[in-house]
């Protein structure tokens, strides 16, 4: 034991001392950090005096001036900013260019900060924003690094229903100084939506059921869902009433609830309805024998999520079910 | 499956030279790693900013990010390979590694509960859970195994019919939340993104422990020789193992609380390893940690600059190479036998 010991500590030696020497370099990193972060807090002072706090999911962030370089890390982000006309500089795109010129309306000039799960910090960081806009559960792992970079706030976009997704959408518009555009912008808002819901003038006993279809399962949105909730918002009763906002279910579930109305937004490649399309089930579901079945765009349906594409989805309503005169 | 002493010791190198070798390629990567991202910044810009001269536009993410980061895949690295040759030599298999004997897994069940079912929790709730994930496993590992004497074959048996159910957990949760099922993976495959100088932190903890591993590898060497003949030299075995273990987990547990189940580090590196110093623990163990290292940093540094600015985690990088390396050596392995 002893012999070993001596023999293995001399040759030991060197590992030792790299380590010491890593240890020494993280050291004198530290003190550098320290010394990094006073300097960018710093440059932020020199701006105008006027500072605001905002109150977001995770905590209060204070705002000093008006933002101008703004990082949205969740698609309805992008939706609230271009209702309030701004260009988002930096965009977690999940490199889709065509994704977010769907949901903005026209090719923008932003730079692609990587995907919405892992958006990369260190592009966020070269675009100097001057707030940066995360989600509640995507990014809460980062949210200190966020503020690192700039202020940050954190609001719900994945999990939000239709009424948090408002609340959002005002929350960026005091960040971002443009309560007034936001006021008028949700008055229209409402008077779109109330207009839609009079052209559609859907039947109170007829039942909706929004679902996401993949390959392997089939999700029906509830009442309690982002979709489902603007259903209803929009006159429809959804088929499924509960407080869950989603609820996975097999053919014989779907056939027991059976909607008169059927909105499917699917996946790209294989669907498990292609296979219960063949099930005399499915034949003898209410929206399948009175053509009430829509292919929808998942996008637009349950990814964009924000104040225009609300609208869109009501046109979208519209362009399908037709006027109801 | 036993580690046969013979064919290793004729073809053993000059360890100090080797480890020489390997520090210093350690520090040729890292200097490339600290270059390479979504952002290019010059080896002269990261001299200065390691300096803290003359600060460079680029100071903050080589401080932020990718210090922090190649600190984080050399220190886990190094663990995650130092507790797969300790857990190799345990159970005399070189088949063993942190996902066989089910500890991954139990730490990958634990996290996914958090993920899935309390989004809302605080950040600091998924290293914890997975760590004590990490420490339930091997806890229930050892308490199954009491009764035969710890027996390498029983403990392996145990770790692989735990980690089944472990699994089985995993995949009812990923079935069940459809919705998570990125997240969940995302951790699950193991990934540097959004790591900094708190996991750091938590990560040098390990470090001692690392060195009481390496401290026992003479006993761990005896081990090897059979338990009878470990028993004959006056070793308790059963204690023994039960210590070795101990300490491997903590390691391993460290690890994933920082960086989610990365594999293969713990499998492949004490392999390699093996092949270039033989299977003598004192030289074993921290050849294997500086291949560890170089493992992870590497694939850490490959999943940041291949397609920006898009991120690859690294566990799926160290799968996408570790996989076919590994089916290579024991090709070559099959050979020579």
């Not at chain 1, 005091?174 to 912008?185: D, I, L, S």
Request: glycine share 8%.
């Amino acid at each position: 034991m002893l012999k070993w010991m001596k023999t293995g500590s001399v040759k030991g030696a060197g590992l030792l001392l790299a380590i010491a020497f890593l240890l020494a370099l993280g050291g004198c990193s530290s003190t550098q950090k320290a010394a990094d972060s006073e300097n960018v807090q710093g440059a932020g002072q020199t701006e105008s005096g006027n500072t605001k706090t905002i109150t977001h999911e995770m905590g209060e962030t204070e705002i000093e001036g008006t933002p101008k370089k703004v990082v949205a890390l969740e698609l309805s982000f992008v939706d609230s900013l271009n209702a309030l006309g701004i260009e988002a500089a930096g965009i977690a795109d999940d490199e889709k260019k065509e994704m977010i010129a769907k949901l903005v309306g026209k090719e923008t000039d932003y730079t692609s900060v990587g995907t919405r799960e892992q958006p990369n910090l260190e592009v966020i960081s070269s675009l100097q924003p001057d707030l940066i806009i995360a989600d509640a559960e995507r990014h809460k792992n980062v949210y200190e690094d966020l503020q690192k970079i700039a202020p940050t706030i954190v609001l719900k976009s994945r999990e939000s229903t239709y009424q948090e997704n408002l609340g959002a959408f005002n929350t960026i518009a005091q960040a971002v100084g443009k309560e007034e555009e936001a006021k008028t912008r949700l008055a229209e808002h409402e008077k779109t939506i109330e207009e839609t819901k009079a052209k559609l003038k859907a039947d109170p006993n007829v039942t909706i059921l929004p679902a996401v279809v993949r390959d392997t399962s089939f999700q029906a949105h509830t009442s309690s869902s982002y979709d489902g909730e603007l259903l209803e918002h929009l006159g429809f009763k959804n088929a499924i009433q509960q407080e869950e906002p989603y609820a996975e279910m097999n053919l014989e579930q779907l056939v027991e609830i059976d909607p008169d109305i059927l909105l499917l937004a699917n996946n790209d490649g294989k669907l498990i309805t292609d296979e219960w399309k063949n099930n005399p089930l499915w034949k003898n579901l209410k929206a399948v024998k009175n053509g009430q079945v829509y292919d929808v765009d998942r996008d637009l349906w349950t990814r964009f999520r924000g104040v225009v594409s609300a609208e869109a989805i009501g046109a979208n309503m519209l362009e399908m079910l037709g006027e109801n005169k | 499956m036993r580690i046969t002493e013979q064919t290793t010791l004729n073809k053993k190198r000059r360890p100090l030279v080797l480890l020489f070798i390997l520090t210093l390629l350690l520090l040729l990567l890292s200097a490339v790693s600290l270059g390479v991202g979504a952002v290019y910044i010059s080896p002269l810009d990261i001299i200065t900013d390691l300096m803290g001269t003359g600060a460079s536009s680029h100071a903050f993410i080589i401080q932020e990010y990718r210090l922090p980061r190649l600190y984080i895949a050399m220190i886990a690295g190094a663990g995650l390979a130092t507790a797969g040759a300790v857990l190799q030599g345990i159970l005399r298999n070189p088949l063993a590694s942190p996902d066989v004997i089910g500890v991954t897994k139990g730490a990958g069940l634990a996290a996914v509960i958090v993920i899935v079912l309390f989004p809302d929790s605080p950040v600091f709730w998924l290293p914890v859970s997975a760590f004590l994930g990490a420490a339930a496993a091997a806890a229930a590992l050892m308490l199954f195994a009491h009764k035969n004497g710890v027996k390498p074959a029983t403990l392996a048996l145990i770790g692989i019919a735990l980690g089944a159910i472990f699994q089985a957990g995993i995949e009812y949760f990923m079935i069940k939340f459809p919705d998570d099922v990125n997240s969940t993976l995302l951790w699950l495959a193991g990934s540097l993104w959004g790591r900094g100088w708190e996991q750091v932190w938590m990560l040098l903890p390990s470090v001692p422990f690392a060195i009481a591993l390496w401290l026992l590898s003479a006993k761990l060497d005896i081990l090897n020789l059979g338990d009878d003949l470990a028993i004959g030299l006056g070793q308790k075995t059963k204690q023994l193992r039960y210590v070795l273990l101990t300490l491997s987990v903590i390691i391993i547990g460290m690890c994933v609380a920082a960086i989610g189940s990365i594999g293969f580090i713990g499998l492949i590196a004490p392999h390699v390893a093996r092949k270039l110093t033989g299977s003598r623990h004192k030289f074993l163990l921290p050849v294997s940690a500086l291949i560890g290292a170089l493992f992870l940093l590497a694939a850490d540094s490959l999943g940041r600059g291949l397609f920006p600015p898009i991120e690859i985690p690294a566990g799926i990088v160290t799968a996408v190479i570790g996989a076919p390396y590994f089916l290579y050596l024991l090709r070559r392995e099959g050979k020579k036998a």
